[in-house]
């Protein structure tokens, strides 16, 4: 699998859960289903990883050369803090720490 192709399954994927995310944000914001605003501020956060990394995901599409190895880490190592974000947050949601 060539750098190039790596980028457009994180593409996809990383949109997906932005979506998912933002849903969820949404509705815990507008019902207020929080308690406290850990678990919305958490979510933001979940909500800004994943549009980063879909962004620098798209860009390491659409350039060449160096630069797409830049924006292609980043976007990978981006996603990767969304998702351990995530994970903690589920986490602290099924264990009611929060």
């Known amino acids: 699998m060539t750098r190039i192709d790596h980028s457009r399954h994180i593409l996809p994927t990383a949109a997906n859960l932005l979506g998912f995310t933002f849903v969820i944000l949404t509705s815990i914001r507008g019902l207020g289903l929080a308690r406290n605003?850990?678990?919305?501020?958490?979510?933001?956060?979940?909500?800004?990883?994943?549009?980063?990394?879909?962004?620098?995901?798209?860009?390491?599409?659409?350039?060449?050369?160096?630069?797409?190895?830049?924006y292609e880490l980043w976007a990978e190592r981006i996603f990767l803090a969304a998702l351990i974000t995530c994970v903690a947050l589920s986490i602290l949601l099924v264990f009611d720490l929060v």
């Not at 800004?48 to 962004?55: D, Y």
Request: charge should be positive; glycine fraction near 6%; include cysteine.
């Open 37 to 70: 605003t850990t678990v919305a501020d958490l979510t933001g956060v979940c909500v800004i990883l994943f549009a980063l990394s879909t962004l620098l995901s798209f860009m390491s599409i659409r350039s060449h050369g160096r630069s797409m190895l830049n």
